[in-house]
């Protein structure tokens, strides 16, 4: 199992562009989470998705962030405009909610907004 | 929504002896309370969890305790070895796997030669 895919690994963008995060989880897998660590913030959950179903985004920081979960294998996390303080690194994880309530990170985006 | 403290935020200690962390949470409907290691440059790892039916868990050197009532639960790592030395994090959840986790702020533990 190559485990959670997360993808760019690093990034690296200008005040303004449009940023797009992608995550595939891990096969079966049927919940999805995505947080975003900082050092002054630690790791806050940002959204997730029950059965590609988004359950609940109250720590989206604002209008400017979105995710999707067009289906069971892929989700994005987007970002536009992008501002400085987005600089963080965002992880995706996992879980098979029937099974285990253990959540798999992935690697995680290092986000870097100049 | 949930908020978890964690105590304290860095912890040093000399090899082979005990190290615990403190984690206290707000919402009574939370029932799941994993911990996570985190290296350097590195992803959150589970290394223990506990649900709120059982008041103790047990993997080695590890240990997690929870108490209900006081809303507070803690991690102990007996016999610590170099490479113990990391942040740990505690999280607490109302939905096991299918809800989101929140995060304490992180204990630096850093194990003394």
């Known amino acids: 199992d190559a485990g959670v895919i997360q993808s760019p690994r690093h990034e690296v963008t200008e005040m303004g562009q449009e940023v797009t995060l992608r995550c595939k989880p891990i096969?079966?897998?049927?919940?999805l989470f995505w947080y975003r660590q900082t050092m002054m913030r630690g790791l806050e959950l940002l959204i997730y998705?029950?059965?590609?179903?988004?359950?609940?985004d109250s720590g989206m920081p604002e209008d400017r962030f979105s995710a999707k979960m067009p289906n069971a294998s892929f989700s994005t996390l987007k970002i536009q405009p992008s501002e400085p303080r987005d600089s963080a690194v965002y992880f995706c994880a996992s879980s098979h909610s029937g099974i285990s309530y253990e959540q798999y990170f992935g690697p995680g985006t290092r986000l870097t907004v100049t | 929504g949930e908020n978890v403290e964690q105590h304290p935020s860095t912890l040093s200690v000399q090899e082979g002896d005990s190290a615990v962390i403190k984690c206290t949470y707000s919402?009574?409907?939370?029932?799941?309370f994993p911990w996570y290691k985190q290296e350097l440059g590195k992803r959150p790892q589970l290394i223990i969890d506990?649900?709120?039916?059982?008041g103790e868990k047990k993997d080695q050197r590890i240990a997690v305790t929870l108490n209900k009532t006081a809303k507070h639960f803690s991690l102990h790592i007996t016999e610590t070895q170099p490479e113990d030395s990391a942040v740990y994090f505690c999280?607490?959840?109302?939905?096991?796997?299918?809800?989101?986790?929140?995060f304490g702020k992180g204990t630096h533990l850093i194990i003394q030669p």
């Open positions: 096969s079966g897998h049927n919940s």
């Open positions: 506990i649900r709120s039916n059982v």
């Open positions: 998705f029950n059965n590609n179903v988004p359950i609940d």
């Open positions: 919402d009574s409907a939370s029932n799941y």
């Open positions: 999280a607490a959840s109302g939905g096991g796997g299918a809800d989101g986790l929140t």
